[in-house]
């Protein structure tokens, strides 16, 4: 069992969707993220949040292990992030973004973090990423995720760190945009051209899909009967992907294809409610118990 | 091995894509269906052409073994589609549609057809579906297609065939305006209700779902880095599908799973040039290879 770290950000969510709507909930990718992993392994965690940010909110990642030591607490508001779904959940129509003290954000690793040997850059600015990656010593494995606002304003840094990762996660969309081309398999193979060893797209209700070396493998989405909130879907995924990764320690493509699937399986979970209220009530059993029922729903020979 | 009885359509396409064109190329779900299946089983075809359909198009599904003893030749023009697609490539847009004798289509079985053991009902009127059932002696599996323009237009005359057919196959769009349900979890669920044991969703790009007295099954496509025309996929996967199904001669959960897996294999084939093209030119050892590829894209132990 090795430890993994993320950089990203812990942020205070309103969300409505046609079920309902919560204001100032826990959130932010590195919030779901080591919530997700703190289920296989433990986690380190690199984010900042204002004076304003709830005790109780640290007290809940502080319970599942996880190190706080690298989280700055700074003069200012929390990031604040304000967005409703319609009813094909979709994608996020964003309201309000409010930076807060993310905007002044520069990730500064405890010492005891630097060797940590999984590590996460979330979605945050490629310079950040690249900046991070200069303050670690020689990690095992890199994973990044990102988004179309960096694949569009921060293109040519993004790919200078994409080109020191070994895994990169991002969805379709922003697969098809980063490479300029509409195939998706061609599109991802494009991608490992650029440094990457291995991509995981995540497809939300399609499921995800990893190339590895170009080897393709596919997971599909759980069956949900009802999707309550998809918020935190991808970076919980991301949290169970590196957690089962870490907790192997080695990365060969029998644990690549484990991991995907226990990604799926939690982020299965986070959309089954807001903020991280599902995650918060879960045990091993039931991801034990949904993991089961994946290998189940992708057996071809009975 | 059982013999497998498809009811349809045989057409004439003329089709446009980004990557070329094709005018009055063999086409129609029969068409598709039972070249597919003749892969894996003997198959009966019942359909309509007119006096101008060429014998070519005949011999080539005679040389696969196709008894087309149920191949109505009526005074008047062959059915004939042209669509074009755009780069998405998932749905067609219709610019003409010339029934011509497939208006008057009324499905006639030669005496030998009407025992036979595993029939498919291709996309035709459910009316003329519901009369095909009338005529067969206690099929093993009936299994159904349809389209919106039947679930719109012949709603109660389509819950009337299904409520007597053992399997229903449809794409995701199909499948939810067909329950007026937007979750297809719950949609698919629905369907059973209706009375078929098993529903196959077909999903374009994102494979294919299964289920089964409430068991999920989830069958990815085959990656291709270049889709040339989609037109006959679906026709060409029950092809697959069902053909499997009737060459293994009883239906179980295995059965079912292996069938799926072939139906996307074949359907991958079609895609790849216009027409039946890339079908002509199959052989059993790129059918199993690529069968192989897609047991190893959906194995999570290595």
Redo the contacts between chains.
Sequence with gaps: MAELLVVGSVALDSVQTPFGKVADALGGSATYFSYAASFFTPVRLVAVVGRDFPRAHLDLLARRGVDLSGLQVSEGMTFRWAGEYG??LNEAKTLDTRLGVFAEFRPSLPEHFRGTPFLFLANIDPELQYDVLRKVERPRLVALDTMNFWIKGKRRELLRVLAEVDALLVNDAETRMLTEE?????A??TILSYGPRTVVVK?G???A?MVTDG??????AF?????FDPTGAGDTFAGGFMGVLARAGTV???TL??AI?YGSVMASFTVEDFSLTRLTRLSELEIEDRYRT?????????
């Design positions: 009813y094909d509409p195939n998706l398999t061609k991802a193979r497809r209700e399609y499921g899909l080897r393709f493998f596919f997971a599909p069956p949900l009967e009802s999707v060969d493509e029998g294809r484990r699937v994946f290998r189940e729903m992708m057996r071809i020979e009975q």
